[in-house]
């Protein structure tokens, strides 16, 4: 072994890229896209967790202005839109379920996109560069990994 | 000798560990640096042996080098 690099992901990209990064993520995670008629429900009586995310920035210039993405699980209910700085953000709702669940959960979820995003912008690169990927696996704990060769 | 490899390992956090394997000197940051512009930011780095291993063999081609030459060394 030779060097080791820790990397944390700038997520850049319009709004395309981050929906695409948002969509794979929740599957992982048992989230479902929400239909329009949930999408626009509107409740009082539920608590809230609002996290943004710092490395991130959505490109107003290919939309995304007035984007946003619904989920769901179970009483769970997280919409994705960018913020007025254009930062990624998410924002977490639910009955029943306390602020902190809430916030542990929507860290997740912003994990998880993050991963995918970091995922996509690599192997796309790699290709971009003829750069073979010679392995690629799911571990246990869902981190995922490639072996490259010819670089 | 060991074949040059690069392994990306991406946690479900999101963070990015780069391990190259194989690839001696100081061609093995280049490598790590490629993928911290395709990426992010550098977090931490960590060298290990075969970093230095070129370093040395360059080194011991160079005394052999200055004392054919006269040099110092």
């Given at each position: 072994?030779?060097?080791?690099?820790?990397?944390?992901?700038?997520?850049?990209?319009?709004?395309?890229?981050?929906?695409?990064?948002?969509?794979?993520?929740?599957?992982?995670?048992?989230?479902?896209?929400?239909?329009?008629?949930?999408?626009?429900?509107?409740?009082?009586?539920?608590?809230?967790?609002?996290?943004?995310?710092?490395?991130?920035?959505?490109?107003?210039?290919?939309?995304?202005?007035?984007?946003?993405?619904?989920?769901?699980?179970?009483?769970?209910?997280?919409?994705?839109?960018?913020?007025?700085?254009?930062?990624?953000?998410?924002?977490?709702?639910?009955?029943?379920?306390?602020?902190?669940?809430?916030?542990?959960?929507?860290e997740e979820l912003?994990?998880?996109?993050?991963?995918?995003?970091?995922?996509?912008?690599?192997?796309?690169?790699?290709?971009?560069?003829?750069?073979?990927?010679?392995?690629?696996?799911?571990?246990?704990?869902?981190?995922?990994?490639?072996?490259?060769?010819?670089? | 000798?060991?074949?040059?490899?690069?392994?990306?390992?991406?946690?479900?956090?999101?963070?990015?560990?780069?391990?190259?394997?194989?690839?001696?000197?100081?061609r093995c940051l280049?490598?790590?640096?490629?993928?911290?512009?395709?990426?992010?930011?550098?977090?931490?780095?960590?060298?290990?042996?075969?970093?230095?291993?070129?370093?040395?063999?360059?080194?011991?081609?160079?005394?052999?080098?200055?004392?054919?030459?006269?040099?110092?060394?």
């Amino acid at each position: 072994m030779s060097s080791v690099i820790v990397l944390a992901p700038l997520i850049v990209g319009g709004w395309p890229v981050i929906s695409a990064a948002v969509t794979a993520a929740i599957g992982t995670m048992g989230f479902s896209v929400a239909t329009a008629a949930a999408a626009q429900r509107r409740e009082s009586s539920v608590n809230r967790a609002e996290i943004e995310v710092e490395n991130s920035e959505i490109l107003a210039s290919q939309g995304g202005l007035e984007q946003s993405i619904v989920v769901e699980r179970g009483g769970i209910r997280a919409t994705f839109s960018r913020d007025a700085r254009g930062a990624l953000k998410v924002c977490m709702e639910g009955e029943s379920v306390s602020k902190a669940e809430l916030q542990r959960v929507g860290e997740e979820l912003l994990g998880a996109v993050t991963q995918q995003y970091a995922y996509h912008r690599i192997v796309s690169e790699l290709k971009n560069r003829n750069m073979v990927v010679v392995d690629e696996e799911v571990l246990a704990d869902r981190s995922v990994k490639i072996r490259v060769r010819n670089f | 000798m060991a074949e040059e490899e690069v392994e990306i390992e991406i946690s479900p956090q999101g963070k990015v560990i780069v391990r190259t394997n194989g690839i001696k000197g100081s061609r093995c940051l280049d490598v790590a640096e490629l993928f911290a512009r395709i990426i992010g930011t550098e977090e931490s780095r960590q060298l290990t042996s075969e970093y230095y291993e070129q370093d040395t063999e360059a080194r011991r081609h160079q005394r052999v080098a200055n004392r054919y030459t006269g040099g110092d060394g």
